[in-house]
């Protein structure tokens, strides 16, 4: 499994748009990347997933480079309600890579009013 | 929306005791886990059953640890023998299978050892 580095914490205010990276210099050529996000004492929660450019959703956009080496989450216009953990993973699930879905320490993000 | 249910949502017990943990994954879903997350902590891997079996485990799951699916639609998770160190958020997650990713995660058991 492909080891991924996020910042440990970041702050931001209510309407801006917040930017995510995580490194994955390892990727292999079947991962994907999967963004989970977390509020204290609930369950993980799916938020989206991409294997390459561009994908978006209503809540959120996942930026990969052509080298996939990285990955930007981008929320749009944060609120309060979006303080939370955000966790980056990498796997394949057609070769076991999901077999075990590891998360990292991800980052807390705090959103000021 | 279907949803991975846990019970119980709290739970405390005596050192030493056993605890199962229930879970009921969406229906139709191939994939199983079982996570922990000790408070301030990470989320944490156990355990992952996929066909009636375990596909793969992390160091913490121990022989003190056991899960089954007794009877198609529940996931349980027994720990045999509390520590004070189980003390812990345990999340179910279940996921369809094949290429897709997504894993739905319960709201979490809060065990309680004492």
């Known amino acids: 499994l492909a080891k991924t580095t996020q910042p440990i914490s970041m702050d931001s205010y209510e309407g801006q748009e917040v930017n995510i990276t995580c490194s994955h210099n390892n990727i292999a050529t079947n991962d994907y990347i999967t963004w989970y996000q977390q509020f204290p004492s609930q369950g993980p929660r799916f938020i989206i997933q991409g294997y390459k450019t561009k994908v978006t959703n209503e809540v959120a956009s996942l930026f990969i480079p052509a080298d996939r080496k990285s990955s930007t989450l981008s929320l749009p216009r944060v609120s309060l309600s979006d303080t939370a953990v955000y966790y980056c993973?990498?796997?394949?699930?057609?070769?076991?890579?999901?077999?075990?879905?590891?998360f990292g320490a991800g980052t807390r993000l705090a959103v000021h009013p | 929306e279907p949803e991975v249910t846990q019970t119980p949502s709290h739970q405390v017990t005596q050192m030493g005791q056993e605890v199962i943990l229930r879970c009921v994954p969406i229906s139709n879903h191939l994939y199983f886990y079982w996570y922990r997350q000790i408070l301030g902590q990470k989320v944490e891997f156990l355990v992952s059953f996929y066909n009636n079996e375990i596909s793969e485990k992390s160091e913490i799951f121990d022989d003190q640890f056991s899960v089954e699916r007794p009877d198609g639609s529940n996931f349980t998770l027994k720990i045999r023998s509390t520590k004070l160190e189980d003390s812990a958020m345990y999340f179910c997650?279940?996921?369809?299978?094949?290429?897709?990713?997504?894993?739905?995660f319960g709201q979490g058991t809060r065990l309680t050892v004492v």
């Open positions: 997650a279940s996921r369809p299978g094949g290429g897709d990713t997504e894993a739905f």
């Open positions: 993973l990498v796997g394949s699930p057609l070769t076991g890579g999901y077999n075990k879905l590891i």
